[in-house]
């Protein structure tokens, strides 16, 4: 079974960082796109960072420049790098990543962690 493991939000003040993991756990053939989504209050859940196989990126327009994303296939390991972060960053934010776990191409996602930023 496979199952995302965040970790790394909390409460920073503004300009502040703050690095999001995800770590893939259980039985992967393989591991495809890699993704942060979030969530603010209100708010309809938007794709933040995206990146492919390959280490292709793409950035939701108001992140980039702040924001990047990274993986690392060894440790089966997706992570976001949030700088210059601001109270419209605030949201919760999902893992996704699309792999297959014996079922085919599946997108699976992480339990969601909380990011605040607030002077």
């Known amino acids: 079974q496979v199952q995302l493991v965040e970790s790394g939000g909390g409460y920073v003040h503004p300009g502040g960082s703050l690095r999001l993991s995800c770590v893939v756990s259980?039985?992967?053939?393989?591991?495809?796109?890699m993704a942060w989504y979030r969530r603010a209050p209100g708010k309809q859940r938007e794709l933040v960072a995206l990146?492919?196989?390959?280490?292709?990126?793409n950035y939701e327009d108001s992140v980039k420049g702040r924001f990047t994303i990274s993986r690392d296939n060894a440790k089966r390991t997706v992570y976001l790098q949030m700088n210059s972060l601001k109270p419209e960053d605030t949201a919760v934010y999902y893992c996704?990543?699309?792999?297959?776990?014996?079922?085919?191409?599946?997108?699976?996602w992480g339990q969601g962690t909380q990011v605040t930023v607030s002077s």
């Open positions: 996704n990543v699309a792999a297959d776990g014996g079922l085919g191409y599946v997108n699976y």
């Open positions: 259980g039985r992967v053939f393989s591991i495809y796109d």
């Open positions: 990146i492919s196989r390959g280490g292709s990126t």
